[in-house]
């Protein structure tokens, strides 16, 4: 953890024990939405049989005078920005209102490798660029919030560029960026909150076995998918605070993600 990343935590734990109102000081943080909003083009998962459906309840003036609306929505938990709760590939793991919240509010870390997957769109990432980034940044520690940058949210919502195909139900022929299988064990086993990444996948889009999501949920390491806004952390230094829909048995969900950066 950085020594701003252990500050803004101190800082909102003594506001805890004093029992003060817990704030943010906004000079002191820039706060990064890192979620897509969810709507009729949110993306989903090739074969999902269904998407982001949000059916009006009520809109309109009621007879008291007064404005009132209300949704009904559903969504399959696998689209948009989303969680993957170790359950999703491991069947002892943990759901999605089991994971403990210091798994989705850490300090991150931001590995870059929007070049490599700008020349290559099926690029993964290997454990010499991990090696290069904790050259470079220091290591990645314990408990921290792994963020994959590719640059393919400014893809976002194109189907075809993002998840490099548009055939409804077909998922054999995607390709994007992302975790490769020997970068991913490696982060697993130093002990990392959470992997997230800005493309659909922790796995690769080529990838048939999913190893990558394998290899997380064995550890009970959820993923963070569709994230955006990556260009905008720092390397190493924000506060994420990724939390999910809370849901019971849950093999995912939809995630609002912010991050906290230090000014
Ligand atoms: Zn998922």
Known sequence: MTRAAILSLAILMSMVARGSQPSID???HRIVDLSHAFGPRTLYWPTSSTK????????????????YSANSLCTPEHGGTHLDAPVHFAERGLTTADIPLEQLVAPSVVIDVSSQAAADRNYRLTRDDVSAFEKRHGPIGRGAIVLLRTGWSRHWPDAKAYLGDDTPGDASKLSF??????AARLLVDRGVAAL????????????ADFMVHRIAAARNVPG?????NLDQLPARGALVIALPMKIEGGSGGPLRAIALVPR
């Open 26 to 28: 906004p000079g002191a």
């Open 52 to 67: 982001f459906r949000l059916e009006s309840l009520a809109s309109g003036k009621t007879e008291g005078g007064y404005f």
């Open 177 to 182: 960026p992302s975790y490769g299988v020997e």
């Open 196 to 207: 997230g990444v800005d493309t659909a996948s922790i796995d690769y889009g080529r990838s």
């Open 224 to 228: 963070l998918e569709n994230l955006t």
